[in-house]
């Protein structure tokens, strides 16, 4: 399977708890994106990486996240003392950028988060 | 403010019926970019479409077509006899030049419901 995959599918933690997910891109693609969605809404953008640099932040992410991708290939993104609200679908996708042409993000199944 | 509407929240279609789900959207920039998202009840979002700013070509992939009108931003996407599989939330989404990341601005999506 050459698609973007992420891991944990699912994750069920205490409120506080801290939470790690961790996104693979589609090997040759230099960007990759983490949105978040919430039920019944759309996918809302987080952050963006193009290769290890991390360019752009939504307001959304608080300072209780954090997210990175070391070596340009996977990603991962971590929550620190999760609250009730962090529950949602974080998804992850890439692109391969570089153009007009490659701007179709491709998305991994996400990472069903609930916070009890 | 929002920069895509899809005033439809959900439509339910008997099979072989044509649906069409619209999407209006919003942006100063001159060059831009609109994607159609299938999201399944497996969670992960489907690309199905990406149109650029400039080329208004209507274009048709099998069952499906879309009908895209700058002078009244909107991209409409058409079902044609409709299949219980096409059963799935559709998401469009707008990409914008401006910032050079090209994320994606979802709308709340329509449940497509097909009923055999």
């Known amino acids: 399977d050459t698609g973007v995959s992420q891991n944990p599918r699912h994750k069920i933690t205490k409120r506080g708890q801290n939470v790690t997910f961790r996104c693979d891109p589609i090997?040759?693609?230099?960007?990759l994106y983490w949105y978040r969605q919430t039920l019944g809404q759309g996918p809302e953008f987080l952050t963006y990486f193009q290769n290890e640099a991390q360019l752009e932040k939504s307001r959304l992410l608080s300072d209780r996240f954090s997210a990175e991708r070391p070596k340009g290939s996977f990603s991962t993104l971590e929550i620190q003392r999760t609250e009730q609200g962090d529950s949602a679908m974080y998804l992850c996708?890439?692109?391969?950028?570089?153009?007009?042409?490659?701007?179709?993000?491709?998305f991994g199944p996400g990472t069903r988060l609930t916070v009890t | 403010a929002q920069k895509v509407t899809q005033a439809q929240t959900e439509i339910s279609v008997v099979e072989k019926e044509d649906v069409t789900l619209d999407c209006v959207y919003e942006?100063?920039?001159?060059?831009?970019?609109l994607f159609w998202y299938k999201q399944p009840p497996s969670g992960e979002l489907v690309f199905l479409i990406r149109r650029n700013s400039f080329d208004e070509q209507n274009e048709i992939s099998g069952r499906y077509s879309w009908n895209f009108q700058k002078s009244t931003s909107s991209f409409n996407f058409t079902i044609t006899a409709s299949q219980v599989v096409d059963s799935a939330v559709y998401f469009c989404a707008l990409s914008e030049s401006h910032s050079n990341d090209y994320k994606l601005s979802f709308g709340a999506g329509t449940t497509v419901t097909v009923r055999a």
């Open positions: 942006t100063r920039d001159t060059t831009y970019y």
């Open positions: 996708a890439s692109s391969l950028g570089g153009g007009p042409a490659n701007y179709e993000q491709y």
């Open positions: 090997s040759e693609h230099n960007r």
